[in-house]
């Protein structure tokens, strides 16, 4: 991709510290050369992953086929390392306040213990903003300010305009892009083999059902999972459980060489058309 328009910058290359959970991580960020819709794709990498996982090496990835569709495309670095899974057990009150945790920065009652230390400035609402606070700078005229609210720049989630936001991500990163489709109206929520949240094979409480969330699922939530995938089996069923009409549940994407079921609906090139038609809206 030519340079103009793919950006690479980690967090503290954008003004926030190094130090913390994937401070010095590569985020990337496209922006359509022409054509650009006015939204943008936010995109949650999978547990130990970074956001590279959707850049792969053409156009046919993940990012290239948003960008293709006019998206400016934002994937930040966030607290990622360990499973949200692995951090809860069999808490099932833990899930919700855990993600909402890494999202914010700011600790929530009931959350993980290992997080209890964690700073507004490692949250990836903080990271995002000043992400795109850093790409307005440097390249001015590529559309990036349209996606903040200055005004709110002292409350990162505020500050981003969600009602021009896809948010999207795999595995442990679509439980995350469901919670924030829970948390702000946004213009759609893609779940990549993902959510994954529960306990003793039922979903955790908070994806239990559509009941307060800020963006229908029945209307904006879409799910892409593979045949045969055992690290997170229980998504359709939780897909179900919020209410997604069956058109909007990609159960059978498609496998590639050296893929696992799990990492497909992301790592795959032949879903590209699928991907296509879920980062469409209106």
């Known amino acids: 991709m030519e340079g103009d328009v793919c950006f690479v910058m980690t967090p503290a290359e954008t003004g926030l510290p190094a130090e913390g959970g994937g401070g010095t991580v590569e985020q990337y960020a496209l922006r359509p050369s022409s054509s650009a819709k006015g939204q943008l794709l936010l995109f949650f990498n999978g547990s130990g992953g970074s956001p590279r996982a959707g850049a792969g090496t053409a156009d046919g990835s993940f990012y290239g086929v948003a960008r293709a569709q006019g998206l400016h495309v934002l994937a930040p670095s966030y607290l ?62 590529g559309g990036w300010g349209d996606f903040l609210d200055r005004t709110m720049l002292l409350d990162a989630e505020a500050a981003i305009r969600w009602d021009k936001v896809i948010v999207s991500g795999h595995s442990q990163g679509g439980g995350h892009a469901a919670l924030v ?38 209307t904006a939530f879409f799910g892409v999972a593979a045949m045969g995938d055992v690290i997170c089996p229980r998504a359709p069923a939780i897909w179900q459980a919020l209410g997604l009409p069956s058109e909007a549940q990609t159960r059978d994407a498609s496998l590639c060489a050296l893929e696992s079921a799990h990492g497909a609906p992301l790592g795959c090139r032949q879903n590209a058309a699928r991907w296509a038609a879920l980062l469409t809206t209106p």
């Open 181 to 218: 489709g829970k948390r702000q109206a946004v213009k759609r929520v893609v779940m990549l083999a993902s959510p994954c949240d529960g306990v003793s094979g039922a979903a955790a409480t908070w994806l239990g059902s559509a009941a307060g969330y800020r963006t229908s699922p029945a």
């Open 80 to 141: 990622s390392a360990s499973a949200v899974g692995v951090l809860c057990g069999n808490d099932d009150a833990c899930f919700e306040p855990t993600r909402a945790t890494i999202l914010t920065g700011a600790f929530q009652r009931g959350a993980a213990n290992i997080l209890t230390d964690v700073t507004y400035e490692e949250g990836a609402f903080r990271r995002i903003v000043a992400a795109l606070e850093t790409l307005s700078e440097q390249d001015p005229a």
